[in-house]
């Protein structure tokens, strides 16, 4: 599993919601390392999105412990045990962890690579993740070259955990974020915790053979 985000000097990812800076070559390796990958995140960062909608092109797997909460073009999971029982469908190199600050700090454990936007500039955050260059399992394995916007200098930066939790991952449905892209509409009422745990209990081995079978996503729309 991965994580992807951006941090000012003091590893703060965000002020009263938002973004401490949107910089569109940031913004592009975004889209570019996510895309057709599933990505998790609390139910405040999918609210930050334009119109509060899913990622196209993604499985997005949101974790909101409201009870009945669903979300169009989503799954939705009540806890975090539920959450990794759903990710044990995927490979972990296409799990990406997108935020909040509380969604980060409790899956980076398990986390074994971290893309960083380095933004050398202090953005007066108030959510803030742990600074991986104090963390003794986390090491820089590559940087880019420094790059400017609007005055602020930036660089990509991937860093690698020596140590990551083990999760089990089956690599059961590689291909189910296919099922996400721009033009369809998957879970058109969303799959909520409830719907989780009949799949979780049901024996069916693949997410994306469950989904088919309760047409909750169409063979013609891959």
Not at 71 to 80: F, H, L, N, Q, R
Not at 215 to 220: E, G, L, R, T
Request: charged residues 25%; glycine residues 10%.
């Amino acid at each position: 599993m991965k994580l992807i985000v951006a941090v000012d000097n003091n590893w703060g990812i965000g002020k009263d919601g938002d973004l401490l800076l949107s910089i569109p070559e940031d913004m592009k390796f975004f889209r570019e390392t996510t895309r057709g990958k599933v990505l998790v995140m609390g139910y405040n960062t999918l609210l930050s999105f334009p119109g509060g909608k899913p990622l196209p092109g993604r499985l997005n797997l949101v974790l909101n412990n409201e009870p009945g909460c669903r979300v169009k073009g989503a799954v939705v999971c009540e806890s975090i045990e539920q959450l990794f029982r759903l990710l044990g469908n995927f490979d972990g190199g296409d799990v990406f962890v997108i935020g909040g600050g509380s969604i980060y700090r409790q899956l980076l454990p398990w986390c074994d690579t971290a893309y960083i936007t380095k933004m050398r500039f202090d953005g007066d955050a108030d959510t803030f993740i742990p600074n991986l260059d104090e963390a003794e399992e986390w090491s820089v394995v590559s940087e880019s070259e420094m790059m400017e916007h609007d005055g602020v200098l930036f660089s990509f930066v991937t860093y690698r955990n020596s140590a990551p939790k083990p999760l089990a991952f089956r690599a059961v449905d590689g291909t189910l974020a296919q099922y996400f892209k721009k033009d369809m509409e998957p879970l058109p009422d969303g799959f909520g915790s409830e719907d989780a745990e009949r799949f979780l209990s049901d024996g069916e081995p693949s997410l994306e053979a469950y989904l088919l079978r309760e047409s909750y996503i169409k063979p013609q729309e891959v």
